[in-house]
């Protein structure tokens, strides 16, 4: 798999992380780089080389513990749960007292051509004519689309981080007000207040997006949206919301063609590179045949649009010139489907006005949050590993005391789910509960502090990574 760094142009053979620091690079490394697959470690970070070079060796050692328990994402995702359950939390806090929420767009461009527009090298953004089709775009493509002169009719972002850069420049355009923001709860709250209307969802692997639809209905209708881990998988799902069809992806090439980055819109100037030799890379079919290089984050995308396809009662295609084949979508350039699927003349944009928007009683639910937490840690303290299990297997269901901790501990409670093979009273089992009750304890200070209108979760540095993969190689060793 190849990533192209801003100074070093293509690298055949190399992947390119953009990292400011030794954590950075490690946050990025575990996130993306597979297990087993790195021989050596090229790093290029001005004034820390040594550094990185030790610790990069030593992640990769410690990594293959991670990959053996099917934990290999987590060490990052971990964090960015947490991020996305404490936001979602303040957004519940600071939304306006009347607000649009994604339902109220269910079916209102039915059997209308929408296109999906994806940051892949290959968009050539020139060739989208925004009279002829409805266009939803991420954060990065609507920043190409209002440079070539035209805003989208729908923005969606999902991503916890600030994007203070790409924010700033998007909302430089005036004709930015114009667009409709597709937004789940965890969003920053730098996108709390945009120009244009904001239509609200929730995540359902965000625990306390479960919990706050739950806690509105009957009074009021709050999506969840699944995803397939991409803001364009996200951008799919809710486009079938939308009744569009046919359905039509462009710049979706999930792969690596010739040096080209994979967004064209990367808000990367402040980062520098840090540089790994992989021998082996990823090969799927490509469109027109042959085959092409991607990465397993890319494969995983690549195979859920499948599945969605599958299962879809829509008409699919993928306008998409280079890239990974994607089975159950017809292969047509974007012109031709301007010819073959005209807009309907004179159809009005959809009128949907604000409702309201009962808050939940979060201080109430953190109150029987803390109260499951300290029933938990009596038990650990008392040695009854049986009675805490079983406490943390009703924490992890939505319930009324611990949706909130749980939410914060999805690193843990997915450590503990991994192992509930094990009796309550394994050795590992008892260091998968003491971990978790750990984790809690933790959870109560954040949500205090997201209550308070602050998120005080550090990023992912590499000092807990390495804690993480000496947990797992404990556990591991216990069992």
């Excluded at 260091?431 to 005080?456: K, N, P, S």
Aim: proline content about 8%; glycine content about 6%; aromatic content about 8%.
């Amino acid at each position: 798999m190849v990533w192209f760094g801003r100074d070093h142009g293509p690298l055949p053979g190399k992947v390119v992380i953009h990292a400011s620091s030794p954590a950075e690079f490690l946050h990025v490394a575990v996130e993306h780089v597979q297990p087993g697959l790195l021989e050596n470690f090229e790093c290029v970070l001005a004034g820390d080389r040594a550094r990185v070079q030790a610790l990069a060796t030593d992640l990769l050692e410690r990594y293959k513990y991670a990959s053996r328990l099917a934990h290999f994402d987590l060490n990052t995702l971990g964090w960015t749960y947490k991020i996305c359950a404490l936001q979602s939390i303040q957004k519940v806090r600071q939304l306006p007292e009347r607000i649009f929420t994604l339902d109220q767009l269910i079916d209102r461009h039915r059997d209308e051509t929408l296109l999906i527009i994806g940051a892949g090298p290959s968009i050539g953004i020139e060739s989208i004519d925004p009279r002829k089709i409805v266009t939803l775009a991420t954060t990065r493509t609507a920043l190409l689309c209002l440079q070539a002169g035209w805003c989208p009719d729908y923005i969606i972002h999902i991503d916890p981080d600030p994007f203070e850069g790409l924010r700033e420049r998007l909302l430089s355009f005036p004709q930015i007000g114009r667009a409709r923001w597709l937004l789940p709860l965890q969003v920053h709250s730098n996108f709390l207040d945009l120009p244009g209307q904001v239509f609200w969802f929730g995540s359902r692997l965000n625990p306390v997006s479960n919990w706050i639809a739950r806690q509105l209905q009957p009074h009021l209708r709050f999506p969840l949206i699944l995803s397939g881990g991409s803001v364009s998988c996200c951008a799919f799902t809710i486009s079938e919301f939308l009744g569009a069809s046919p359905l039509c992806l462009i710049g979706q090439d999930l792969s690596y063609l010739g040096p080209s980055k994979y967004s064209a819109t990367q808000v990367l100037d402040r980062y520098t590179s840090v540089v790994l030799a992989e021998p082996d890379s990823l090969y799927l079919p490509a469109i027109g045949g042959g085959k092409v290089e991607t990465t397993m984050d890319y494969m995983s995308y690549a195979e859920w649009f499948v599945r969605q396809a599958q299962g879809s009662r829509r008409k699919l295609i993928n306008c998409t010139t280079r890239g990974v084949h994607l089975p159950g979508f017809e292969h047509v350039p974007v012109q031709q489907v301007y010819e073959r699927y005209p807009r309907p003349p004179g159809r009005a944009r959809p009128d949907v006005q604000p409702r309201p928007f009962p808050r939940p009683d979060v201080p109430a639910a953190l109150a029987r949050a803390r109260a499951a937490c300290g029933d938990l840690n009596r038990r650990v303290a008392a040695g009854d590993h049986a009675a805490a299990f079983q406490r943390i297997e009703n924490m992890k269901h939505i319930d009324a005391d611990g949706f909130i901790l749980t939410a914060c501990a999805q690193y843990e409670s997915k450590i503990v789910a991994y192992f509930s093979h094990l009796p309550p009273d394994h050795p590992g089992m008892k260091r998968c509960i003491d971990l978790f009750a750990r984790a809690l304890d933790d959870a109560v200070g954040l949500l205090d502090g997201a209550l308070d209108g602050r998120i005080d979760v550090p990023p992912t540095t590499e000092d807990i990574i390495l804690e993480r993969m000496e947990t797992l190689k404990e556990i591991n060793s216990l069992t």
